[in-house]
């Protein structure tokens, strides 16, 4: 059993109270900047109860910036990352004790920095319905034909995606045409990738959101289906967190299956996008 778990909101926000001390006890908590996100910008109820839930002592989690490190330290130096607590930050802290009320306001800083994420959340709201925009091209026929035969084909671009042989090639294939990012040239424990596992977990986000709008997902787009899209956004970064370290705290059934998907490559429920 690995000693840290990524936590995400569902799990911090609907896990029974015992389970959560329990885990909180036997495990280390790995808070990411995207679950981080999520809690300073959500209701001012939700977010003082999700904190009052967190461990009340010092350093009460393990805490970890956001997966763009683990992937420029794999540009920079040219080999896997490691696992997100390997990459942890590692100094003194107590959550701010007005993060458990409901009048509290954030400092100017903090919302510096939460106008700085929400432009990069932005930037991958638009990359994921980019990708979605991909996925037939990529696995033809999954919004056309028998049930039977559609159900296959989605069930096979699920698996296919987790496959190794596959996801190697097509990273060698986007990293090859790809000249605006400098992709680092992996030969290796491919699994053991950031590049590897975050490609992976946006297309599957990605395969799930074309079948969910029948390939239409920026025809329909609207302000409600732009707040989904962010909530996916940060989903996937804590989903590849999740698979990266081995371990993930969650109560959304996409996430769970997902997970044991990208970890065993066998698809549980085959032919349907995950509710």
């Not at 989904?228 to 996409?254: C, F, M, N, P, Y």
Request: net charge negative; proline share 4%; with cysteine.
């Amino acid at each position: 059993m690995n000693e840290y778990i990524v936590l995400d909101k569902s799990y911090l926000q609907g896990a029974p109270g015992d389970e959560l001390r329990t885990l909180a006890e036997t495990r280390r908590l790995l808070v990411s900047a995207a679950l981080f996100y999520e809690l300073l910008t959500t209701s001012p109820e939700v977010r003082r109860k999700c904190f009052r839930r967190l461990p009340q002592i010092r350093n009460p989690v393990v805490l970890f910036e956001h997966i763009g490190v683990l992937l420029r330290r794999e540009v920079d130096t040219g080999s896997p990352a490691g696992r997100p607590s390997e990459n942890s930050l590692d100094f003194p802290f107590e959550f701010n004790r007005g993060l458990v009320t409901d009048s509290y306001s954030l400092p100017e800083e903090a919302l510096r920095v939460l106008k700085e994420q929400t432009a990069d959340v932005e930037g991958d709201i638009d990359r994921l319905i980019a990708y979605s925009e991909t996925i037939g091209q990529l696995f033809p026929g999954l919004l056309m034909g028998t049930a039977t035969t559609v159900c296959e084909l989605r069930r096979d671009a699920y698996a296919t995606i987790c496959d190794l042989s596959w996801i190697r090639q097509f990273y060698e294939d986007i990293s090859t045409n790809e000249s605006d990012y400098p992709f680092p040239r992996i030969h290796h424990a491919h699994f053991s990738w950031t590049h590897i596992r975050w490609l992976q977990v946006n297309l599957l986000f990605a395969l799930d959101l074309h079948i969910r709008h029948a390939g239409r997902l920026r025809r329909n787009l609207t302000t409600d289906l732009r707040v989904r899209l962010e909530h996916d956004v940060h989903d996937a970064q804590i989903l590849a967190l999740g698979v990266l370290e081995g371990e993930l705290a969650t109560r959304e059934s996409k996430l769970q299956k997902w997970h044991l998907l990208l970890q065993s490559g066998d698809v549980e429920q085959p032919g349907h996008a995950a509710d």
